[in-house]
């Protein structure tokens, strides 16, 4: 009983913590470093929840160029976060062009799943008014975060608030 009180009190605390936005991506759940290149402006300032066929759930959310910053940043800061996500513990799988996977393991035997797009051609929750030809209009670096088995439930309710937002 005593466990449970204390996961259902852990669960809150971060649930409260992630309701504020204090410079991190995910933040409760992944906790990556925002760039001060990017932001969550836009389409980006939502963070969307679902659930896994398999058992787990995922988030997905993205990070915007700012509008002031010319275009050939937006490359620069995905392999910027690259970099921020290695120094943060994150360890690389894979990384293919406008693609890099990561993953990482907590104290408590969670491993998080992260995959990082650089999309170029078109935007993530945005109204479709902007023709496909400017380039300047496709700012977005999209993260999805998966989580998989009972370790991570605990991260659910996290989840939740952050999408409820």
């Known amino acids: 009983m005593k466990k449970l009180i204390g ?3 852990l669960s ?5 913590t992630a309701l504020a936005d204090s410079g991190k991506i995910l933040e409760g759940i992944a906790d990556i470093p925002r760039l001060s290149a990017t932001g969550p402006v836009d389409g980006c300032a939502k963070i969307t929840k679902g659930l896994i066929n398999n058992g787990g759930f995922l988030l997905f959310t993205c990070e915007k160029l700012l509008p002031y910053l010319p275009i050939s940043e937006h490359e620069a800061s995905f392999r910027n ?5 290695a120094g943060e513990g994150w360890r690389k799988k894979s990384a293919e062009g406008t693609k ?3 993953t990482k ?3 408590y035997g969670c491993v998080a799943h992260l995959e990082m797009t650089l999309w170029t051609d078109r935007s993530m929750n945005e109204l479709p008014a902007r023709l496909a030809s400017d380039r300047d209009a496709h700012r977005q670096i999209v993260f999805t975060a998966k989580f998989y088995g009972a370790a991570c439930e605990r991260y659910y309710p996290v989840a939740q608030a952050m999408a409820g937002r």
């Open 7 to 9: 996961a259902l009190a």
């Open 100 to 102: 890099a996977k990561f």
């Open 105 to 107: 393991t907590d104290s």
């Open 12 to 16: 809150a605390a971060i649930s409260q």
């Open 81 to 85: 976060y690259q970099s921020v996500l």
